[in-house]
């Protein structure tokens, strides 16, 4: 009888031991199942990288095209858009608009000075949209090299983009110059972007080139 009740008394022991090992493995799979639930492999993230070069290839192609009203759009709503002809930027002289100006003159044949001429030290007067054709898109910058915070053009004007937009982020758009004239005939636009409520505005448009 003391055997039978000993037999019985280990059985019941041994269960015991052996029912936490078969929760563990309950909650292992539990919890390696809502592991996959989270993970979704058709989620992708968008870097700020990527919609700055987004912006700045929508902002080409308008210009380009003539859209100034799509161009417009990327003006940013507070600060407005500054013109800068060469890569030395001058708040005090450069030539800035807000988005409400820019759509109010840019029709019409409103004369502007946008700068001075390097080399004869003239005056640049132009409309907007002349400026635009003749001056910011005198390259296919379409077809050029983009890079991002990054400088490709180096010629002997000061640069001071970093320091007047220290917060700014910036594309370049780069048209390499030709080996007939020792490749000092390239030029380049930089497009330069701050954030505002969630979305990536204009607020400069540099050219620059080789200078005299």
């Not at 700055?52 to 990327?74: Q, T, V």
């Not at 007067?125 to 400088?151: I, M, R």
């Not at 110059?177 to 969630?198: H, Y």
Request: aromatic share 14%.
């Amino acid at each position: 009888m003391k055997k039978l009740f000993l037999s019985i008394f280990i059985i019941s022991l041994v269960a015991c031991t052996k029912e936490p090992n078969k929760s563990a493995d309950k909650k292992v799979d539990s919890t390696t199942q809502t592991s996959v639930e989270i993970s979704n492999p058709n989620q992708t993230t968008i870097r700020k990288g990527d919609l700055i070069k987004e912006a700045n290839n929508e902002i080409l192609k308008a210009i380009k095209g003539k859209d100034y009203k799509r161009f417009a759009e990327f003006i940013h709503p507070e600060k407005g858009v500054r013109f800068s002809m060469y890569a030395f930027v001058d708040p005090k002289e450069d030539k800035h608009f807000s988005k409400a100006d820019f759509e109010k003159y840019q029709p019409t044949k409103t004369l502007f000075t946008w700068g001075t001429m390097d080399g004869s030290g003239d005056l640049y007067k132009a409309t907007v949209d002349d400026y635009f054709t003749k001056w910011v898109y005198s390259k296919d910058f379409v077809t050029g090299q983009l890079s991002l915070n990054n400088f490709q053009g180096k010629g002997n004007s000061m640069n001071n983009l970093k320091e007047i937009y220290p917060k700014a982020d910036f594309t370049e758009n780069f048209i390499q110059g030709s080996q007939a004239n020792a490749e000092m005939d390239w030029k380049c636009l930089r497009l330069v972007f701050e954030e505002f409520q969630g979305k990536y505005y204009l607020v400069g448009v540099i050219n620059d080139q080789w200078t005299i």
